[in-house]
């Protein structure tokens, strides 16, 4: 009998799926920013009580097969441009002119490199470019560069790279205190598109230094506790690594992929030709499609609107979840894209929070208990809610918004737009808000059905285990992924059911106002 711990790693809750042989169990923590090791063992210590009645972490990880890792974080991170201040050396400034070919590239880049880029001449002798390469260097990091991205083009551009690499490192030994670190674009990925070649480098190099630190630390910590395989990273190509064989930017939107692992699985048993994941998290709103029994994929994926050289999930993420911020800008409401998380977190939940937060809005609405929250095991606190709306918006703006809280829940709603390819089909909600935010999408849609899952709640860990633990994410072809599917999804779907024997449509919200047939 195979044991397997699925984890989904958000920014405000950590959801965790057990799947024992037959039986299916999940639970939920608050997820601790600050050191998101700390979460990921609270959550196995509550596992542990699910499976032995009482803590029992050592017994759980020396009898579990597999545990398996997936995260929004580095979504979060990109959405809230929160990581470390990148530098980019090039060889063609042009490059620089193509990263921001959008305003939505330009306002990206802006954010991770802003001016801090340099272009160097290639056809100077070691002697004069290991000159031209300190002085470029020096002047990138005194300009607040914390990381630095190497992307040489050309068909020769790995060649030259390499000849760069090899100046560098003598001239900035890794061994200093002082030594930048640095990404080689080619070294990555082999991608001959210099423009979607850099933005992964970009990308990876944002992400790099807060997932290496935890996973690192939590693979470290799982192996001093007797784990019986090392801690594997759900990707966002459907496969899982090693962390050391990870790169940070496989991490990207790797948690909503799980969701829509787990869309597909209930879209087979349930004979749905086309299904839409609203994935509601505390911080990010993500939103794929499921279509005939395939997740839809594009070839080279956008991340946050810029191109990337990997194959991803057509995930579209918008800034706005449970731990969202309200405020007044320019005598408007806006919610997103910065939020506070778990720590301090919205107002409701007591733990230091003073800021109006799309949860505050859901609890004073009607919508969310306050003594069933995470549980039961976290009371919620609505006079706190109502005095962080009323310092924080109804005061700066208009008195009668203390009194009508449903008009802050529209303005998350409009925040969190739903895709132009969501206008049939049925719709399939999930994340920590994502039974609130169902029936309203459904609404909207005006067609097909809105359903939340029993296992709606902790879906994307759940939808983890409709992948093989072991696979590497190799590519298949779309007929034969498809009958994959089709033959093995009814089997797992009637698994992957909660403790209490129910099926997962038991939050089925039936046909919406004016759906047809």
């Not at 992307?151 to 930048?180: F, S």
């Not at 132009?420 to 059905?449: I, W």
């Not at 072809?477 to 599917?485: L, N």
């Amino acid at each position: 009998m195979t044991r397997l711990i699925n984890i989904d790693n958000g920014g405000t809750l950590t959801d965790f799926c057990l799947v024992d042989g037959g039986e299916v169990r999940y639970t939920k923590t608050l997820t601790t920013p600050y050191d998101l090791s700390r979460c990921l063992f609270d959550g196995l210590t509550k596992v542990s009580e699910l499976v032995y009645g009482e803590p029992q972490l050592a017994a759980l990880l020396q009898s579990t097969d597999y545990i398996r890792y997936s995260t929004t974080q580095g979504t979060n991170a990109l959405v809230q441009r929160a990581g470390p201040r990148l530098g980019l050396l090039v060889a063609d400034p042009t490059v620089v002119e193509g990263l921001a070919a959008t305003q939505a590239q330009e306002d990206l880049l802006a954010a991770l490199v802003g001016g801090r880029w340099a272009a160097i001449s290639l056809d100077l002798d070691d002697e004069a470019l290991g000159a031209e390469l300190v002085a470029r260097v020096n002047d990138l990091s005194a300009r607040g560069a914390r990381r630095l991205v190497v992307a040489i083009g050309g068909p020769d551009g790995a060649d030259r790279e390499a000849r760069i690499k090899g100046l560098l490192l003598r001239l900035y030994p890794r061994h200093l205190l002082g030594a930048v670190p640095l990404l080689f674009s080619w070294e990555l990925v082999a991608d001959t598109d210099d423009i979607r070649r850099t933005w992964s480098s970009l990308v990876n190099a944002f992400l790099h230094p807060a997932m290496e630190l935890f996973l690192f630390n939590a693979d470290r910590r799982l192996r001093d506790a007797r784990a019986r395989q090392p801690l594997r990273i759900f990707r966002n190509d459907g496969g899982s690594s090693r962390v050391s064989k990870s790169a940070a930017i496989k991490t990207y939107s790797s948690g909503p992929r799980g969701g829509l692992e787990g869309t597909r699985a209930l879209a087979g048993h349930y004979g749905l030709r086309h299904l839409v994941m609203v994935d509601v998290g505390g911080t990010t709103t993500d939103i794929g499609v499921v279509s005939d029994g395939a997740i839809r994929v594009d070839r080279r994926g956008l991340i946050d609107d810029a191109p990337s050289s990997l194959e991803l999930a057509a995930i579209t993420s918008y800034g706005v979840g449970g731990s969202s911020i309200f405020r007044v800008a320019d005598g408007q409401i806006q919610v997103g894209p910065e939020s506070v998380g778990a720590a301090p977190g919205p107002a409701c939940f007591g733990l230091g929070g003073d800021e109006a937060t799309l949860t505050d809005v859901l609890l004073l609405t009607g919508l969310l208990d306050p003594a069933t929250y995470l549980g039961g095991t976290m009371m919620l606190h609505p006079d706190r809610s109502a005095k962080a709306i009323q310092t924080k918006i109804a005061e700066r703006h208009e008195p009668r918004l203390r009194q009508d809280p449903v008009r802050l829940r529209r303005a998350g709603a409009r925040r969190a737009g739903i895709p132009p390819h969501a206008s049939a089909g049925a719709e399939r909600s999930g994340g920590g808000a994502g039974g609130r935010a169902g029936r309203p999408a459904g609404d909207q849609l005006r067609r097909g059905r809105a359903a939340g899952p029993d296992v709606g709640l902790a879906r994307a860990a759940a939808g983890l285990g409709h992948r093989d633990p072991r696979a590497a994410g190799r590519r298949r072809r779309p007929q034969r992924q498809a009958a994959r599917h089709a033959a093995g999804v009814p089997a797992r779907e009637r698994q992957l059911q909660d403790h209490r024997g129910t099926s997962h449509p038991a939050q089925e919200h039936g046909p919406v106002p004016g759906a047809q047939g």
